[in-house]
């Protein structure tokens, strides 16, 4: 069963900058995050493919950057620009290669400070 392993959340004040990792056991097809806030819902925040097609929420777009490195199954969402609103839990998620199905990974929180 392939697993998700996030790292890199944490505490930041606004305007900053924080790099979320997201690092898969098996092999994967298109891998994202998704962000969930206190009280809302789990809303996309962008996407990546195998080939390196990408696509972003337009709240993020210009300030956010997702890219992988697929010899090492993992993927990387690059902050910039942080705002109070970016607070929240980032999940990330993969297809996993060959299948249907998706796994998720834990969870990281992520808290922009004023």
């Known amino acids: 069963q392939v697993q998700l392993v996030e790292s890199g959340g944490g505490l930041v004040q606004a305007g900053g900058s924080l790099r979320l990792s997201c690092a898969a056991s098996?092999?994967?097809?298109?891998m994202g995050w998704y962000r969930q806030a206190p009280g809302k819902q789990r809303d996309q925040v962008a996407a990546i493919t195998n080939g390196g097609s990408t696509n972003y929420a337009d709240s993020v777009k210009g300030r956010f950057t997702i890219s992988r490195d697929n010899a090492k199954n993992t993927m990387y969402l690059q902050m910039n620009s942080l705002k109070l609103e970016d607070t929240a839990v980032y999940y990330c998620?993969?297809?996993?290669?060959?299948?249907?199905?998706?796994?998720w990974g834990q969870g990281t929180q992520v808290t922009v400070s004023s």
């Open positions: 098996g092999s994967v097809n298109t």
């Open positions: 998620f993969a297809k996993i290669r060959f299948t249907n199905s998706y796994v």
